[in-house]
């Protein structure tokens, strides 16, 4: 009997522990501080995406011209002023040509002697050479034939003794040289130059072609009209100064045919596409914006200064003559722009081992959500699937503690 009442003491004894410990708990629930939080509400909305860069400004191809010094020199006169809009035609600039005259000359003299050389080469000889070497065949042949001649008749008269035998050897040993003499004039008439002669001759002819031009298209450049209507928006070079060879003279550009060279960090190439519009901003002109758009994606990855960049190119639509080339512009590309998506900020968002959830809140105290993300700016998510229009998320506290699933909360206006 002592027994049983031991036993039920202590189920007695359990039981209470056991209530206190839940009355502990439950009160302790019921005054824990609530968390003071801000929040935010899962709405409706577009949501633009941009990513920003430098760039810098320069004339389309085609609406570009660059003068360059044709040889080292003095340049004589200067027509024009930077800035000055010029007519397609107009004499621009004109440098000392004395001596490419002269050059002109000297190419025009060497030209003429490898075409006299070539032709030579190519016809056996030049006309003078072939009359002498007519007239020395001739020559030859008439003593070939006087030398058989001759010793035909030392040997009639050798027969009947009128001739010694060495009268006719010596007569032999005539006709031997004489025909080898025709011979040799026969076959330098028959072969002339050989193939090695004229194609060296061949070679130099061409070398002065090349050269002769050269000189034609130097003497041409040394005066610089516009090729097309423009602006000068470049004059390095004042009258009187010496240049050297292959040194700007001045850059003529149709300043309404301009594109940008953006230079994009490395993890932003992969968000743009050929199309994007795009937004540029000159300093010198703050309050102006032009627009225009992606026409190229870089095909590699540079250094940059210290960045590593590629390089894409942002055609001009709007350009307008007031923008300058060679200037630096801030370039802004709007990467992403949908319409009608639910969006939340992007304070609201945590990530764990890369996926992304939110504090909701929901019945006083916070939810963890796992979310599903689409396109993302600077301040606001775009949310796919975990949240429906209206929902409330946490966006932090305002006394700097952490949020917790679970956690009661007080939202704080």
Request: aromatic share 6%; glycine share 8%.
């Amino acid at each position: 009997m002592a027994t049983k009442t031991k036993r039920h003491t202590g189920r007695v004894w359990i039981l209470t522990v056991v209530a206190l410990i839940l009355v502990f708990y439950a009160v302790r629930m019921a005054t824990r501080e609530k968390l003071p939080i801000r929040v935010a509400i899962a709405t409706m909305g577009d949501l633009t995406k941009t990513s920003a860069t430098d760039g810098k400004v320069e004339p389309e191809p085609q609406a570009n011209f660059e003068a360059h010094a044709p040889f080292p020199g003095v340049v004589r006169t200067v027509y024009v002023h930077s800035g000055e809009k010029v007519a397609a035609g107009k004499l621009l600039l004109a440098m000392d040509d004395t001596q490419a005259k002269e050059q002109l000359a000297n190419a025009l003299t060497a030209l003429r002697g490898a075409q006299a050389n070539y032709e030579a080469a190519v016809h056996g000889g030049t006309p003078s050479q072939r009359i002498t070497l007519i007239g020395n065949l001739e020559k030859a042949r008439i003593e070939r034939d006087q030398a058989q001649h001759d010793l035909e008749a030392l040997r009639q008269l050798e027969t009947t003794g009128a001739a010694s035998p060495s009268e006719v050897s010596a007569a032999q040993q005539r006709l031997a040289t004489d025909s080898s003499a025709l011979h040799v004039l026969e076959q330098q008439k028959k072969n002339g130059y050989g193939a090695a002669d004229i194609a060296h001759a061949q070679a130099a002819l061409q070398d002065a072609q090349a050269a002769y031009a050269a000189a034609q298209d130097a003497l041409r450049q040394a005066i610089v009209h516009a090729p097309f209507p423009g602006t000068i928006y470049s004059l390095p070079v004042a009258p009187s100064e010496y240049v050297n060879q292959g040194d700007r003279l001045l850059s003529l550009a149709d300043l309404n045919k301009l594109q940008v060279l953006a230079y994009f960090d490395e993890p932003e190439i992969g968000d743009l596409q050929v199309g994007q519009p795009a937004t540029l901003v000159w300093d010198a002109r703050p309050d102006q914006v032009w627009h225009g758009h992606i026409l190229r994606l870089p095909s590699t990855i540079i250094t940059y200064n210290t960045r590593n960049v590629g390089e894409v190119l942002v055609s001009l639509d709007d350009a307008d003559g007031h923008l300058l080339p060679e200037t630096n512009v801030r370039v802004t590309v709007t990467v992403a722009n949908e319409s009608n998506v639910l969006v939340i900020p992007r304070d609201a968002l945590y990530f764990e081992q890369g996926s992304p959830y939110v504090y909701r809140v929901a019945g006083g105290s916070l939810h963890r959500t796992r979310v599903t993300l689409g396109k993302l700016n600077l301040s606001e998510a775009q949310i796919v699937s975990g949240l429906k229009p209206g929902d409330v998320v946490a966006t932090g506290t305002t006394n700097g503690q952490p949020l917790g699933d679970g956690q009661p909360v007080k939202i704080v206006r």
